[in-house]
């Protein structure tokens, strides 16, 4: 297949516009064998995505390896993004706090969002992908959700003292190509901008089919700052492919009632809600990829047809007409 490729940012980088998450593979929701991980990865660059994603959180190191095996012969190809944020450390005996991995490798992350911190993790990184180069670095979940010590406030500290001028340093020197945040709140992507210039952001569950808060003022702001936005999380961790799960728990009636409002329009006009999710957020400018995370061939395979399902324009109007979206949010097909 061919893809559409978009810039990031101001750089010299083109996304395919459907990328690969990595955060599945590693075990999210359910055990994802080894052998079909990899397995999955080949297939979808076979298909011709060359945007994938991954992290060192993401089965305590299980997903960069996974992925560093899968495109290493095929690396020219690729642009890759990883995080930073974490480091790794081995785990011995019972977890100190509860995790959700299926499976993982047996490590625990540490925060550090410190300049030694981000430029440690990013060597780290390179070593369990077992590359030379990352592409994209994006600064991992610093905003207080994540954070169980409840202090949001001295890692964003750690960062503003140091951790964005090593960023800054690696671009400089030709190390990585983009940096940006990767997130699940968009309020913390605006006091970043507060900081100086992102190449990107990846923003996971906020601009969606099914939530456009985010759409004024930060998608707005990411134009005039010409930053690029990569939407993970576009079938809001499940509910708008029908399941039961919005942001990783059991969706509130007040989501579900939102869910259904969708459901009827899709019927009206014989549109599968997940090909609309997928495809919704690409009409805005700001955004340069979409990366849902499948954890097999055949689902894979589902996103594929869903992508390329045609959908009429008076469907997008009665979404807006239902109210299941904002009125200024852009729609396929629209100017």
Same mark, same amino acid.
Request: aromatic share 10%; proline share 7%; with cysteine.
């Given at each position: ?10 750089t010299?980088?083109q996304?395919?516009?459907l990328g ?8 999210s929701?359910?055990?994802v064998p080894?052998n ?6 080949a297939?979808?660059?076979?298909l011709g995505?060359?945007?994938l ?10 997903s ?13 190809? =690729?642009?890759?993004? %990883?995080? &930073? ?7 011995? !005996?019972?977890y100190?706090r509860?995790?959700? @991995? ?5 490590f625990?992350?540490v925060?550090?969002y410190s300049y030694?911190g ?5 060597a780290?990184?390179l ?10 670095l994006?600064v991992h979940?610093?905003?207080p959700?994540?954070h169980?010590?409840?202090?949001n406030?001295r890692?964003?500290?750690?960062l503003e003292q140091g951790g964005?001028r ?5 671009k400089?020197?030709g190390?990585?190509g983009?940096?940006g945040?990767g997130?699940n ?10 900081l100086g210039?992102?190449d990107v ?13 985010s759409l ?5 702001t990411c =134009?005039?700052?010409n %930053?690029s &936005?990569?939407i993970?999380g576009?079938?809001?961790? !499940? ?6 799960? @919005?942001?990783y728990?059991?969706?509130p009636?007040e989501?579900l009632?939102a869910?259904?409002?969708i459901?009827?329009?899709c019927a009206?006009?014989?549109v599968?809600?997940?090909a609309a ?6 009409a805005h400018p700001a955004v ?7 954890r097999t ?7 594929i ?6 959908i009429p ?5 009665d979404?807006?007409?239902a ?6 949010a852009?729609?396929p097909?629209s100017?």
């Amino acid at each position: 297949m061919k893809f559409e490729k978009r810039q990031v940012g101001q750089t010299n980088l083109q996304v395919s516009t459907l990328g690969l998450g990595g955060a599945s593979l590693a075990g999210s929701l359910s055990p994802v064998p080894i052998n079909d991980a990899r397995a999955l990865i080949a297939h979808a660059l076979d298909l011709g995505i060359t945007y994938l994603d991954t992290a060192p959180y993401y089965g305590f190191g299980k997903s960069e390896h996974l992925m560093g095996d899968g495109i290493r012969s095929r690396r020219d190809d =690729i642009v890759l993004s %990883t995080k &930073v944020g974490r480091l790794l450390a081995p785990q011995f !005996g019972p977890y100190a706090r509860p995790h959700g @991995w299926k499976e993982p490798f047996p490590f625990v992350d540490v925060f550090d969002y410190s300049y030694d911190g981000i430029m440690r993790a990013h060597a780290d990184s390179l070593q369990r992908l077992g590359t030379n180069r990352i592409d994209i670095l994006y600064v991992h979940d610093i905003d207080p959700l994540p954070h169980h010590d409840g202090d949001n406030t001295r890692h964003w500290k750690a960062l503003e003292q140091g951790g964005y001028r090593a960023l800054e340093e690696l671009k400089a020197a030709g190390t990585i190509g983009a940096f940006g945040l990767g997130v699940n709140g968009w309020e913390i992507l605006m006091q970043a901008f507060d900081l100086g210039d992102w190449d990107v952001f990846l923003l996971a569950g906020r601009y969606t089919l099914l939530e456009q808060e985010s759409l004024s003022p930060f998608m707005q702001t990411c =134009i005039k700052r010409n %930053t690029s &936005v990569v939407i993970g999380g576009p079938f809001n961790s !499940g509910v708008l492919v029908g399941g039961s799960t @919005w942001d990783y728990e059991e969706a509130p009636p007040e989501i579900l009632e939102a869910v259904k409002r969708i459901e009827t329009v899709c019927a009206d006009h014989k549109v599968s809600m997940p090909a609309a999710a997928l495809q919704f957020p690409l009409a805005h400018p700001a955004v340069c990829a979409t990366i849902p995370g499948p954890r097999t061939i055949a689902e894979m395979d589902q996103i594929i047809q869903w992508w390329q399902q045609d959908i009429p324009a008076p469907f997008w109007q009665d979404l807006k007409n239902a109210g299941c979206l904002k009125k200024d949010a852009p729609t396929p097909g629209s100017a």
